[in-house]
């Protein structure tokens, strides 16, 4: 698997503009097929990306290419850098299926915060997963 190490800066800018590069390419529709495949193996084959934005151009991609476990998968070590939330990472499990992470970063949500809204999204997750 592929990690993005914080020591080499240098890698992660180039990686950082390749991968913009490739998706930029991707949304032009005549050569789409052969970069798409090109981000799916890049978005199989990360597993951690230590730089919270460019985690979030990962998980994009990764959603576009409708692969919205990746794209949990990137964004959840930055739930706390403020480039994602737990509401679209309960959204992100339960488009996979993943219930039981769906459920437990919504009860998460609900003990960091205890408030109504979090208690009523708690719920809304309980009735899906039932």
Do not use: F, G, S
């Given at each position: 698997m592929f990690y993005l190490k914080k020591t080499h800066p240098e890698t992660g800018d180039a990686f950082g503009v390749y991968?913009?590069?490739l998706i930029d390419i991707s949304r032009q529709a005549e050569r789409r097929s052969d970069v798409d495949a090109k981000l799916r193996q890049i978005?199989?084959?990360?597993?951690y990306v230590p730089e919270a934005e460019l985690a979030?151009?990962?998980a994009d991609a990764a959603i576009e290419l409708s692969m919205p476990e990746k794209g949990y998968a990137i964004l959840l070590p930055h739930l706390q850098s403020g480039e994602t939330s737990h509401q679209e990472l309960v959204g992100?499990?339960?488009?996979s299926s993943d219930?039981?992470?769906s459920l437990k970063?919504?009860?998460d949500a609900f003990h960091e915060f205890e408030n109504l809204?979090?208690?009523?999204s708690l719920l809304g997750v309980i009735r899906i997963i039932e």
């Open positions: 991968l913009q590069l978005i199989r084959t990360t597993d979030r151009k990962l992100l499990a339960l488009q219930y039981d992470n970063i919504q009860l809204e979090q208690a009523k």
